[in-house]
C-alpha cells in the first residue's frame, strides 16, 4: 500500500467531517491517526513542520565552552589567521586529549559562525601534475609576536604540484635577497629542482609587465634561474591570473591556520623559523584529499624525478659601498648598523643577505648583525627606539648631519 502524504491526508479528514458530520474520535478510528492529527488537520489545511528533537551531546557538550572561547576569540587575531573547523578540531585532540569526531565538531562550529554571522566559503579544484615537472612560489603574510612587540613577517612559500610538498620560511620584507634566498633553501630542502616554477609578477623577478605572458626580468632573478636550470611562467596579472597557481596560494593560508594559530610568541626570527620547520615536518605525513599515500611517500617518488643540484650554491647577497657616520654607523635600507669606531669617516664594502648584514674592510669582516624591519610606522609595529632609524627634526640640519654648528647660529644663542 503506498504510503500517503499528509496534505492528502488532511484532506481527507476535512472532507469527511464536513460531509459526514464525524466527532475526532471517530475520524481518527477511521484513519488510523491520532485524535491530536485529527484536530490539527481539521484547524489548517496544511501540516505543520516537523520539529527536530534536541538530542544531548554527551561528548561534545564538555568541550562546547572550549570551541565558543577559541571562536570568540577570533574576532580580534588577524583575518588570515582564525579558526577553522579542522584546526579547532585538531586542537582539541592535541592540547586536551578529546575523544571526538571531526565531524562532530564541523557541525557545532558551522552553528557557532551561524550565530556569529562569520560566513566561510571555500572552494577548490581538484588537479593532476607529472612528477618533478613544477612548483610555484608566493609570499604570505602572518602575524607574529616578536620579542615582545607583534609584528607583521612575510612568509617565503615554495609547493611543489606533484606531491605537495611544501617549504616555508619567514622573513622581516620581501626583498629580491630574500626572494632568492627563499629559493635557495627550498632546492636544498627538497634536494633536488623543479623543471618549471610559477610566479605572479614579483618586483624581485619582474621589471615590467609586457603584452599577453612577456615579461623584463631582473638580471639577479635570471641568474638564479641559469644557475639550477629551471623554468619560469607568469601569471597574468589580476584577477585572469589568480587561479593559475591556485595550490601555493591554498598551501600559504593553510600553513598560516595549521601552525600559525593562535599567533605564536617567539624571541628571534630564527626560532620562528624552528617553529615553521616543524610545522613542514608534520605536514609531511598528512593525506591530501582523494590520494591513499601521505605527502612524504609521494614525494619519495617525486624526489629521483628533480633536476640535481648544482655542485655550489647561488649567492644570494648583494654588495655595496657606504659611508660611516661620525656616530660609527652605516645606513643600509633605511636602517642603521653599528660598526667600530676606527672606521668612522671611511667608506667600506656592505655585504646585503636576506638575514644578515656584513661590513666589510678589505677581506675582513669587521661587523656582522641581523637585519631588522625597514624604518616604517604601522599598525603592529612598536615606535622606533631614539636615534636608531630616524633623526631629530627638532634640531637644525648641520646638527642632525653631525657637523656642528655654525657661525650663525653660535651668534644667535649670543
Known amino acids: 500500500m503506498p504510503k500517503r502524504s499528509k496534505v492528502k491526508l488532511y484532506e481527507q479528514i476535512r472532507r469527511s467531517h464536513e460531509r459526514e458530520q464525524l466527532s475526532v474520535r471517530e475520524l481518527a478510528r477511521r484513519f488510523h491517526v491520532h485524535r491530536r492529527d485529527v484536530r490539527l488537520a481539521l484547524a489548517s ?14 561528548v561534545l557538550d564538555r568541550w562546547k565552552p572550549t570551541i565558543d572561547t577559541w571562536l570568540e576569540g577570533d574576532r580580534f587575531a588577524p583575518p588570515k589567521q582564525r579558526h577553522t573547523a579542522r584546526r ?62 607583534l609584528v607583521e613577517v612575510s612568509v617565503f612559500v615554495m609547493r611543489l604540484l606533484a606531491s605537495g610538498r611544501g617549504y616555508a620560511r619567514a622573513y622581516l620584507n620581501e626583498g629580491q635577497e630574500v626572494f ?16 618549471r616554477i610559477r610566479y605572479d609578477n614579483l618586483k624581485a623577478a619582474v621589471e615590467r609587465v609586457l603584452k599577453g605572458r612577456d615579461r623584463i626580468e631582473s638580471d639577479r632573478f635570471v641568474a638564479l634561474r641559469s644557475h ?71 614525494f619519495a617518488l617525486e624526489a629521483h624525478t628533480l633536476r640535481p643540484l648544482p655542485s655550489e650554491a647561488f649567492d644570494c647577497s648583494v654588495v655595496a659601498s657606504h659611508r660611516v657616520d661620525r656616530k660609527s654607523r652605516v645606513s643600509v635600507r633605511g636602517c642603521l648598523y653599528s660598526v667600530p669606531a676606527a672606521h668612522v669617516g671611511k667608506r667600506l664594502e656592505v655585504r646585503v643577505g636576506a638575514e644578515t648584514v656584513e661590513v666589510l674592510a678589505g677581506a675582513a669582516v669587521v661587523a656582522r648583525h641581523a637585519r631588522v624591519p625597514q624604518r616604517r610606522r ?37
Not at 569526531?101 to 558551522?110: F, K, L
Not at 615553521?276 to 582523494?290: H, T, W
Not at 609595529?381 to 653631525?402: F, I, S
Open 88 to 149: 579547532v578540531w585538531q586542537r582539541l585532540v592535541e592540547e586536551h586529549g578529546a575523544q571526538v569526531g571531526e565531524s562532530t565538531v564541523r557541525r557545532y562550529v558551522g552553528e557557532v559562525r551561524r550565530r556569529m554571522e562569520v560566513p566561510l566559503v571555500e572552494v577548490m579544484i581538484p588537479q593532476h601534475h607529472p612528477l618533478g615537472e613544477e612548483a610555484e612560489v608566493d609570499f604570505g603574510t602572518a602575524s607574529v609576536w616578536l620579542a615582545g612587540a
Open 228 to 298: 639550477y636550470r629551471f623554468d619560469s611562467f607568469f601569471c597574468q596579472p589580476g584577477i585572469k591570473g589568480s587561479h593559475e597557481k591556485g595550490g601555493v596560494e591554498g598551501e600559504v593560508g593553510r600553513f598560516r591556520r595549521r601552525h600559525l594559530v593562535p599567533v605564536p610568541r617567539v624571541a628571534t626570527m630564527a626560532e620562528l623559523n624552528e617553529v615553521l620547520a616543524a610545522g613542514a615536518a608534520r605536514d609531511d605525513e598528512r593525506f591530501i584529499a582523494q590520494r591513499r599515500i601521505t605527502v612524504a611517500e609521494h
Open 378 to 414: 604601522g599598525p603592529g609595529l612598536g615606535p622606533l627606539p631614539r636615534g636608531v632609524g630616524h633623526q631629530d627634526r627638532r634640531l637644525p640640519r648641520r646638527h642632525r648631519l653631525g657637523e656642528g654648528p655654525s657661525r650663525r647660529d653660535v651668534r644667535r644663542r649670543a
Open 45 to 58: 489545511a496544511v501540516p505543520p513542520e516537523r520539529k527536530a528533537p534536541q538530542r544531548p551531546a554527551p
Open 180 to 195: 632568492l634566498d627563499g629559493h635557495v633553501r627550498a632546492f636544498q630542502h627538497f634536494a633536488g629542482v623543479p623543471r
